[in-house]
């Protein structure tokens, strides 16, 4: 069955910087476009970025771009996500996501951004 496990959240101050990653099994990773998605507490889980299964086709969505990455290394069956210029609108749990046959998601990162 498809899993995904997200790693790398954490507490970091505005301004700081993390890396999310993603491990995928269970399907062929290469064939599979991935997302990062974040949920605020009281709010939708919301689309943050998206990359196709050959990594040429990226989309952000607007409150991330210029400060967040995402990339996949196909070799490592992994997504990740870099996160510069926090700001406390950030603080969310972070999930990825991957369409294979149904909605798959992660357990998903607490990002927490505070002084």
């Known amino acids: 069955q498809v899993q995904l496990v997200e790693s790398g959240g954490g507490l970091v101050q505005p301004g700081g910087s993390l890396r999310l990653s993603c491990v995928a099994s269970?399907?062929?990773?290469?064939?599979?476009?991935l997302s990062w998605y974040r949920q605020a507490p009281g709010k939708e889980r919301d689309l943050v970025a998206t990359i196709s299964s050959t990594g040429t086709i990226i989309k952000y969505a607007d409150s991330v771009k210029g400060r967040f990455t995402i990339s996949r290394d196909n070799a490592k069956n992994t997504v990740y996500l870099q996160m510069n210029s926090l700001k406390p609108d950030d603080t969310a749990v972070y999930y990825c996501?991957?369409?294979?046959?149904?909605?798959?998601w992660g357990q998903g990162t607490q990002v927490t951004v505070s002084m």
């Open positions: 996501y991957v369409l294979v046959k149904i909605r798959n």
């Open positions: 269970g399907f062929t990773f290469s064939a599979y476009g």
